[in-house]
C-alpha cells in the first residue's frame, strides 16, 4: 500500500501563492495516477486536479483551472501542486490521494485508494 504525506500547507492572504508536495512511499508511484482533493468545513471533498503516471496529461476541477497547476516528479516519488491567485473560497484541508485502477487523470473521491492525512490551507481576505 502507498503511504502519502502532505505537506506545504499554510496562512497566506488573497492573491498570493503556496505549493503543496505529496511524498508517496513505495518503488511503484510511476505507476500510479495521483490526485489531489479538498475539503472545506461543512462541505463534501472536491476533486481539484488530477495527473497520469507518466505525468503529461492533467484535468482539473472548474474552480482552480487556470490557476492551479498540478505536477510529478517520479524520481523523487512526489506529487505537486502549485497554488496561484488563491482565493478565500480555497481555504480547505488539502488531500493528496493515488489511483491504482485506471491510469486517469480524473475520477471520483471512491476512485482513489489511498489518502494522506491533509494539510491545510487557510485564504485570508
Known amino acids: 500500500q502507498v503511504q502519502l504525506v502532505e505537506s506545504g500547507g499554510g496562512l497566506v492572504q488573497a492573491g498570493e501563492s503556496l505549493r503543496l508536495s505529496c511524498a508517496a512511499s513505495g518503488r511503484t508511484f510511476s505507476a500510479y495516477a495521483m490526485g489531489w482533493f479538498r475539503q472545506a468545513p461543512g462541505k463534501e471533498r472536491e476533486f481539484v486536479a488530477g495527473?497520469?503516471?507518466?505525468?503529461?496529461?492533467?484535468h482539473y476541477g472548474d474552480s482552480v483551472r487556470g490557476r492551479f497547476t498540478i505536477s510529478r516528479d517520479n524520481a523523487k516519488n512526489t506529487v505537486y501542486l502549485q497554488m496561484n491567485r488563491l482565493k478565500p473560497e480555497d481555504t480547505a484541508v488539502y488531500y493528496c490521494?493515488?489511483?491504482?485502477?485506471?491510469?486517469?487523470?480524473?475520477?471520483?473521491?471512491?476512485?482513489?485508494?489511498?489518502w494522506g492525512q491533509g494539510t491545510q490551507v487557510t485564504v485570508s481576505s
Open positions: 490521494a493515488v489511483r491504482i485502477l485506471f491510469d486517469r487523470d480524473y475520477g471520483t473521491e471512491d476512485e482513489y485508494n489511498s
Open positions: 495527473i497520469r503516471r507518466s505525468g503529461i496529461t492533467t
